[in-house]
């Protein structure tokens, strides 16, 4: 007997699978796969998720009020155009649904986040994936394959496997060349990160257009990932649109608590930051002189080529079991692409020193 029948595009998807978290016999653990807070959330975030255990039988403040207001006060920007989600995921989703549909197209680049896809898949619409070069997205590529059907237009910046980004100066071309009913959502998980003159997470441009909607996490920096914890920067209208569909609760207590005290713990968050950009130096380093490739990244993460000169050592997939027997969890790139590749998140200086050296013994072992 035939079943119900799901809408045209979903049993294309190819399912998101996150990074790993378990290695079986493993002694101790190291989990550099997902792109995690590599020292957990602030400690006044964890007193402010405790705080609210005797009230998880109440419904959360469906507007999220004090965490927009929050985000309001910590970058600048207007909490009334503010749309708080369980996690940025869930904004990219509806944003997808809300503008996108069957007869239309989603761009983005080839080696972006793999949710891009998936939400236009799911919203019925086509995905439309425009080349690189030097594993950065190319605004002439994505312009050259806007058209009447293109509905939006994704860019992480910085982006996620490969640890570039476009500048405010490109970001500024590629909106430049979009009609103005193609929204350009810029993916900016990783911005906290990110101290560059030229770098733009694209609040401005949301400032100053109406189709530019930026979107940001928890996730990363301040190591709230558990909480599923995100937020857009978007014009009045597109809020309003958001508001209209999102979930009423779609935001719970504690993560609103979470959210609004690790925003505060400013010195926390900056030393975070610090210790991100120092581990990673480091690490490339070591890799590098292992004999590895290790790409250019602003982010926390790198992404590590096995493409040289390596003989038999040139098997991504193998080192990342060699990493996993030890208990090192990395990502697999193979559904982005880029099947030479690992993505290797930061961790601490120890973890990374660690992750070097297995890296090292796999090479010359």
Known sequence: MAGPIPNPGILDIAAYVGGEAHAPGADRLIRLASNEGAYGPSPKAMEAYKALAGEIHRYPDGHATALREAIGRRFGYDPARIVCGAGSDELLQLLTKCYAGPGSEVLY??????????????????????????????????????????????????????????????????????????????????????????YSSGAEFVESFPNVVMTRTFSKLYALGGLRLGWAYCSQPVADVLN????????????????????????????????????????????????????????????????????QKADAEQARQFLKARGILVRQMGAYGLGNCLRISIGTAEEMQTVAQGLADWVHG
């Open 109 to 198: 680049s080839r080696h972006g986040f793999l949710i891009y896809p998936i939400a236009a898949k799911a919203a019925g619409a086509t995905p439309v994936a425009a080349p690189e070069t030097g594993l950065k997205a190319d605004v002439d590529a994505l312009l050259a394959r806007v058209n009447d059907r293109t509905r939006i237009v994704f860019v992480a910046n910085p982006n996620n496997p490969t640890g570039s980004y476009l500048t405010s100066r490109e970001l500024a071309r590629l909106h430049a060349g979009l009609p103005r009913h193609v929204l350009l959502v810029i993916d900016a998980a990783y911005a906290e990160f990110v101290r560059l003159n030229d």
């Open 244 to 311: 209209r569909v999102r979930g009423p609760f779609n935001v719970s207590s504690a993560a609103i608590a979470a959210g609004v005290a690790a925003l505060e713990d400013v010195a926390f968050a900056e030393k975070s930051r610090q210790l991100n950009e120092e581990n990673r130096a480091a690490f490339t380093r070591a890799v590098t002189a292992a004999g590895l490739t290790v790409h250019p990244s602003i982010a926390n993460f790198v992404l590590v080529d096995f493409s040289g000169q390596l003989g």
